[in-house]
């Protein structure tokens, strides 16, 4: 089979099932939960396709076919590699289980229709993210990305807040991707070229400041702090499956693009480190702080997702800055857990609200008592982002601890510090919420009145929140072919 | 491997084939709940025992088992004649609380769940015991603490448990991450995990590094040891626990720190490194003995009393720590022993009393004696036991404890001033027992009889205090093998 088959195949089954379920699903008039479980096929055969493309790699690596459109000039160039087909096969399996989701989560929601369309889009546009090896098609895709999941986000438009939260992140998104389109004229001007391989080989201080440009669009896209104010209102007010596939996935994949991009422009390791690190100590501080005076559920996962993004960049700061391999697998591991615990939060959080009709944290009192199950979940994921052993948080919290100890300056020790800082008081944010549930009922909401029958909580939404919180324990008490996996590919962010 | 080796691994195997079955049986009565988590504890008692030959000829045990070999992590468990002490210890205490909760109300909700949790915490404090590697290590010194935070957020009493119980995790975790780092440091360092690797190599650590290490780990105990100030989570959580809870908190986790001091900054460094602290740990014992006893002195909760006085016994366990001198840390391990079964006695006491007073406040209760002459005799018996008195054990432990502190080069004042502080020890155990068991009786209606499930246990454990006290012999004796594995042969 020839090599651009193979790098292409993945995200023609995710456009193509994307209009063909749209227009199948149409024609056929199908039920929500029939075209769910169209979503779900077309995903797995992307993700067949993801694994097969990701043990080809080494093959595809020395061959110049797997660059599709080399030889036409300003043709569209694709470069698969291991790290980001890591990245994008973590990616499919959360959009399998959000799909599976929305199943339930979507039934009184007219409009379904179009909404498994978008998911597919949006999870297409980040496939070509990373597999695209030049600028121009990455600002493209960038942008579909981002058109993609502002629709998903105003998906439930009936809300006011729904809007304006997808009006912001378009805005802001849009922002980031004109600084990239500013990036993109340096570099274009300096060299020539689009072709991030060809740019590699004359880097100057034109492409230097093209790659300031491209991070500082992905900070943007990533949620680092300062540029982080549409998180809270985007994953507070979306569909809380959307939530999860952005908070968990979408926008912290965006900070494994950066160094292969930055890099391959000019930026030296040490700059990237150093801005990664200071500015992961920013993220940990806010996010963690302001979470702690949330009354909205969705909107304290926000918060604590901002702080996880903090401790992603320190683990990846770690890396670039002193060299250390043990910062790059600390992030990517991070990356990983953070993806399967988040979207469990996120997806437990909808549970809550669906059965309840509340986003209000003290709603959850009395949760453990009627949906037991649910509550469960909730809890590992909340245990598990504290960090609590054999727990998955804890294996990276351990990788990061001694990442930053390995490097051992004051620069890393302080920043360290700022970690240890966070987690405390994240502790202090996600165990009140955890205990929440178990306490009685006070106020009124749909748990208080005992003698009500519990709400019974459909299998298309316990389903994936069950797996998930297995995964979570599993990858706790057995990290080791996990890390193995991430060692390998970690290589990859070096150029 | 060699055929014993393999039972190591049991001590904590069979708690968790224990938890899972609770799990499993969720409509098992309370007996049936206690029977399971009984017979489990109690094998996880026998292994040491029949290990105990093994340990004799070997002078260690040690099980490896591979886990996360990309990060040298393995799981392996070490018994030592130092951790055979503490695990004996703290398997014997949650024995003695678990057979004491069946005379209590407290698991009668979810008694599944309760003594599942109670083997949990059982088995952090056994796995923290045992575990040769330092994430190993960790892992079980955090379950240690959840178990307890579950135990005091499931069934503890009032809605202010809450609150106490996230105050316990969160000050006590700040503990463990000062713990954590310097078993990061470590790690990194030596590129490997295994605490038995680490001890050969530790002393070669430069010494600004050895001082920050000693520094944060002595600090991180200390705060599980509860000594002051970092003590606040202790009377709180102590209050707030149903009482078998207590009986664990304060007699066996508590000297999980002393056992962290002694496995990790003592046996890693040499003795010059860790001479710096001596004063201090000296004198954070000396304050934490008087405060302690201060309070207790004060306080009118009668299970504040016996948890303040744990603050104060701590106080002696650091205090002979300090003293770096082998009379001095002999006394400690025995004084960990001694205190467990002293303040077991003394919250089981509490416990019946308030069981059946219905009151905690020690001015509303008096005159017991006449009426529970059983009852008042293990009470004089733990009353007398903690102020030190001949031939019960603490007079033992003491002994070694003072002797070492004059033997120490430090000032002798210090000791003085320890020894003068211990007669508040004295003073406050006497007005606990004077005021509830001599006078009129007080409150009117008292029932006629004490649980006889109560009063069983506690006049075995009064018995075992005696004992122990008579015979402390072969106690000295590991005491002193422990101390010799990781000394060498000092005096």
């Known amino acids: ?495 | 491997m060699k055929s014993y080796e393999i039972l190591l691994p049991g001590i904590t195997v069979l708690p968790i084939i224990g938890v899972v079955v609770l799990l499993i049986w969720r409509k098992a009565t309370k007996k049936q709940a206690a029977t399971i988590g009984i017979l489990c504890e109690a094998f996880a008692l026998i292994i040491p025992i029949i290990l105990l030959a093994a340990l004799r000829r070997e002078g260690s045990i040690l099980f490896t088992l591979p886990w996360i070999p990309n990060m040298q992590i393995s799981f392996s468990l070490e018994l030592s004649w130092l951790s055979l002490i503490f695990l004996l210890t703290e398997v014997l205490v949650t024995l003695t609380a678990m057979i004491y909760s069946l005379g209590e109300t407290t698991g009668e909700k979810y008694s599944n769940y309760y003594y599942a949790l109670l083997l949990l915490f059982s088995l952090g404090m056994s796995g923290t015991t045992l575990a040769d590697d330092v994430f190993l290590f960790y892992i079980f010194w955090e379950l240690m603490l959840i178990a307890s935070v579950l135990l005091i957020l499931i069934w503890g009493h009032g809605e202010i448990r809450f609150k106490v119980a996230l105050k316990y995790f969160i000050v006590t975790h700040l503990g463990s991450l000062m713990v954590l780092v310097s078993l990061i440091t470590l790690y990194v360092n030596f590129g490997t995990a295994s605490l038995s690797a680490l001890i050969l190599q530790a002393s070669t650590l430069p010494v600004n590094m050895q001082v920050f290490l000693i520094l944060f780990f002595i600090i991180g105990f200390s705060v599980k040891m509860a000594i002051f100030p970092l003590h606040i989570w202790l009377p709180d959580a102590h209050t707030v626990a149903p009482m078998p809870v207590t009986i664990i908190l304060a007699a066996a986790m508590l000297s999980m720190g002393t056992y962290g001091i002694l496995r990790f900054p003592f046996a890693l460094f040499p003795l010059e490194s860790i001479q710096p602290f001596a004063l201090w740990m000296m004198l954070a014992g000396l304050i934490s003995e008087v405060y302690g006893a201060l309070i207790a002195l004060a306080e009118k909760d009668i299970k504040r009393i016996i948890a303040y006085s744990s603050v104060s016994q701590m106080g002696y366990i650091l205090f002979g720590l300090g003293t770096l001198t082998a009379r001095g840390m002999q006394g400690s391990i025995l004084h960990v022993v001694y205190h467990a079964i002293v303040k077991a006695l003394l919250f089981m006491v509490v416990g019946i009393v308030i069981s059946m007073t219905g009151e905690r406040d020690i001015r509303k209760i008096s005159g017991l004696g006449s009426k529970f002459p059983i009852l008042c005799v293990c009470a004089a018996i733990g009353v007398l036991g903690i102020s030190g008195m001949p031939p019960l054990g603490i007079f033992n432990s003491e002994w070694l404890i003072f002797g070492g502190g004059f033997d120490s080069g430090v000032s002798i004042v210090l000791t003085v001033m320890t020894l003068i502080g211990s007669l508040l020890t004295v003073v406050y155990a006497l007005r606990f027992f004077g005021l509830i068991f001599i006078g009129e009786p007080k409150p009117e209606a008292l029932p006629v009889k004490t649980t006889r499930a109560l009063i069983i246990p506690t006049v075995a454990v009064a018995v075992f205090l005696i004992v122990e006290g008579l015979a402390p012999a072969p106690l000295m004796s590991w005491a002193i093998r422990g101390l010799t594995s990781i000394f060498g042969s000092f005096q």
């Open chain 1, 1 to 495: 089979m020839s090599g651009l088959f193979i790098a292409v195949l993945p995200v023609s089954i995710l456009i193509g099932g994307a209009f063909l379920i749209y227009l199948v699903s149409r024609f056929f008039q199908l039920s929500n939960r029939f075209e769910s479980l169209l979503t779900v096929l077309v995903l797995i055969g992307t993700l067949v396709a993801l694994i097969f493309l990701y043990n080809q790699i080494p093959d595809l690596a020395g061959r110049p076919d797997a660059f599709f459109g080399l030889s036409t000039p300003g043709g569209i160039l694709w470069k698969p590699n291991a790290l980001g087909v890591f990245i994008l096969i973590i990616a499919t399996v959360i959009g399998i289980l959000i799909s599976v989701f929305s199943g339930e989560y979507l039934s009184r929601d007219p409009r379904y229709l179009v909404y498994y369309p978008l998911v597919l889009l949006t999870l297409a546009g980040l496939m070509s993210m990373f597999l695209s090896n030049d600028l121009f098609n990455l600002f493209l895709l960038t942008e579909m990305t981002t058109i993609a999941a502002s629709s998903l986000i105003a998906f439930q438009y009936q809300h006011e807040n729904a809007i304006k939260a997808s009006f912001k992140y378009l805005i802001m998104s849009s922002l980031g991707t004109m600084i990239m389109l500013l990036g993109i004229y340096f570099v274009y001007r300096s060299t020539g070229e689009m072709h991030l391989d060809r740019v590699l080989a004359s880097p100057d201080n034109f492409t230097r400041i093209g790659a300031a440009c491209f991070l500082m669009g992905f900070s943007l896209k990533a949620g680092v702090v300062p540029l982080h104010t549409w998180v809270p209102d985007v994953y507070g007010n979306a569909p809380s499956a959307v939530s999860g596939l952005l908070a968990g996935v979408l926008s912290k994949s965006m900070l494994f693009i950066v160094p292969v991009i930055c890099l391959r422009l000019g930026m030296t390791r040490v700059e990237l480190g150093t801005y990664l690190m200071v500015f992961a100590c920013f993220n940990m501080l806010v996010g963690s702080i302001r979470m702690l005076k949330q009354h909205l559920l969705r909107r304290f996962l926000s918060f604590s997702s901002i702080a996880q993004t903090g401790y992603l960049m320190f683990g990846l700061g770690i890396g670039f800055y002193y060299n250390l391999d043990q910062g790059l697998s600390a992030g990517l591991y991070l990356f990983l857990v953070i993806a399967v615990m988040k979207c469990l939060a996120f997806l437990s959080a909808g549970i809550f609200q669906f059965y309840s009709g509340s986003q209000d944290i003290e709603s959850l009192r009395g949760a453990g008592n009627r949906m037991p199950i649910t509550a469960f979940c909730f809890s590992v994921a909340l245990a598990g982002l504290a960090g609590i052993p054999l727990l998955a948080g804890f294996t990276g919290k351990w990788m990061i601890f001694s990442a930053s100890l390995a490097a051992g300056d004051l620069f890393s020790v302080i920043c360290l510090g700022i970690f240890m800082v966070s987690t405390l008081i994240g502790l202090a944010g996600y165990l009140p919420i955890l205990v929440k549930q178990y306490q009685p009922p006070t106020k009124a909401g749909i748990f208080l009145n005992p003698a009500e029958r519990a709400p019974r909580v459909s299998r298309w939404m316990l389903a994936p929140v069950t797996l998930l919180a297995i995964l979570v324990l599993f990858i706790g008490i057995f990290p080791a072919p996990w890390i193995n996996l991430v060692e390998q590919v970690m290589g990859w962010m070096l150029i």
